[in-house]
């Protein structure tokens, strides 16, 4: 939750051992030392204009809507701009149980393989989380990458060629190279401006023993 | 992973204690069963055209593009319509180390508060197998060009680390070029399977050479 910036955790009867476990564990986020603790899905929930409920769906009959995360996220984001909206997730091994799920205007499911009934508690919540932030921030710039020059790719290629030349590879194992075969070649490899200089470096040290050897 | 329909995993060196009773848990998925183990990154990732690492990012400074989790699953998506993809985990303590990083073509990281260093390394799995099938309507295709595997790229890195031996480079004038840089330095460029058998022929031709010279 935190990790996307949700902040307020809310628990109704949690287990207290565990519970109490993770709150004083060292590292523990602030997160989970404020959350609030309440005795009822209905205290907890109180303040909310919409709750929604998560499933694993398809077990039992549902009474309420079953959305899709996305669809179900787009809704809840409209809501989250004006008021507080409540998503519910029940426990690792059970779930919510028809009572909670009463709570709930409508319900929401990550879609997995039909094979499997249910997801992991922390990767559900995690999902969600990473659905409702997913599309809030103006994606962080990446680096830039300055394309090697035509003429940059071009020394390469002539070194190259030098190469080629003075190992006898040209004569012995592709009489057929030609410059503008070798040219392609070497373009085709996308070079980075940076990197065209090292390549052009280690190429000509190359050379530079070939000529010591011949 | 088995959630979203990912039932391949590789797992590098894993710790056997952990990694043994998770597959013989009750309830373990056919997927954890059937997982193939590694002894080296470089084993594991030698079928996939594209091998793309997961981090948290801004802790060091990191030699490859760093991109966002939206973009770099597009860029996955098409690779995965004709070949194999690598994605790469590190450990829920430390991540992925430089070497691991440097069999990685880019990076990608699943954006996040500042506050937050890293995330769980099973949410983290989760919100990637999420995205990838968040969309799975299949996109437009693109032009299908074979992409040379990690393994052809590996023995091309090799095959130039010997010639850069032999030539002197690596004493002379770039006394910091390690196998990691080189194989990173390869991996930037786009070799089409095809292309990379020719730069491997004409590699191979001039170290044949270089030896007889020495």
Redesign the interface.
């Known amino acids: 939750m ?4 949700f902040v307020q955790l809310r628990v109704v009867n949690p287990y207290e051992v565990a519970f109490r476990e993770a709150r004083s564990a060292v590292g523990a986020e602030a997160m989970l030392a404020t959350a609030a603790e309440f005795k009822t899905v209905a205290d907890a929930v109180a303040d909310c204009t919409l709750v929604v409920g998560t499933t694993a769906g398809g077990r039992r009959h549902l009474q309420q809507p079953l959305l899709g995360l ?1 669809e179900g996220v787009r809704l809840i984001r409209q809501r989250l701009r004006f008021s507080r909206v409540g998503l519910l997730f029940g426990s690792e091994r059970a779930g919510l149980s028809n009572a909670d799920l009463s709570h709930c205007q409508w319900l929401m499911r ?4 039909e ?2 009934g249910s ?2 508690l ?3 919540v ?2 969600c989380m ?2 409702l ?2 599309e809030s ?1 103006v ?2 710039a ?2 830039r ?1 300055d394309q090697a020059t035509a003429s940059e790719i071009e020394r390469i290629a002539a070194v ?1 060629m030098d ?2 030349r ?4 040209l004569s ?3 009489p057929s190279m030609s410059p503008e075969k070798l040219r392609r ?1 070497t373009r ?5 401006a940076s ?1 065209a200089e ?2 052009l ?2 190429l000509r ?2 050379n ?3 000529r ?3």
């Open positions: 935190s990790n996307f910036g996305t990550i879609p997995t393989r094979e499997h997801m992991n922390g990767q559900a995690a999902i990473y659905e932030e997913r921030k994606p962080a990446t680096e990458i190259l190469a080629l003075m190992s006898g590879y012995s194992r592709s070649l085709r490899l996308h070079f980075s990197d090292v390549w470096g280690m040290q190359i530079w023993k070939l010591q050897g011949s």
